[in-house]
Nanobody, 115 residues
Framework: QVQVVESGGGLVQPGGSLRLSCVVS????????LGWYRQAPGKQRELVAMVTRDDTIEYAESVEGRFTISRDNAENTMYLQMNALIPEDTAVYYC?????????WGQGTQVTVSS
């Protein structure tokens, strides 16, 4: 069994920052890519950022320059540092992990950007 758990969401004012964490636990034999997705009300889930097994990083154009993704393989943890947040960043943020050849999703963490 593999578990994926996100944390760090919350309410923040425009221009503020948050740091999301994603911890992967369980029987882990191989790591693949790790990614952050988000889904706003009434919209489809979209890729925010991804780091591949060889540490290639990809960002959505809408967050480029404001968000930073990183991973700590020793701790089986991934982070998303979000700066200069805007109301359009409001969504449920999900962690997606390729572990042992399968894709696993977390339960999501709510990020709300509002004054």
């Amino acid at each position: 069994q593999v578990q994926v758990v996100e944390s760090g969401g919350g309410l923040v004012q425009p221009g503020g920052s948050l740091r999301l964490s994603c911890v992967v636990s369980g029987r882990i034999f191989t790591h693949g890519h790790l990614g952050w997705y988000r889904q706003a009300p009434g919209k489809q889930r979209e890729l925010v950022a991804m780091v591949t097994r060889d540490d290639t990083i990809e960002y959505a154009e809408s967050v480029e320059g404001r968000f930073t993704i990183s991973r700590d393989n020793a701790e089986n943890t991934m982070y998303l540092q979000m700066n200069a947040l805007i109301p359009e960043d409001t969504a449920v943020y999900y962690c997606n992990a390729e572990i042992n050849g399968y894709l696993h999703w977390g339960q999501g963490t709510q990020v709300t950007v509002s004054s």
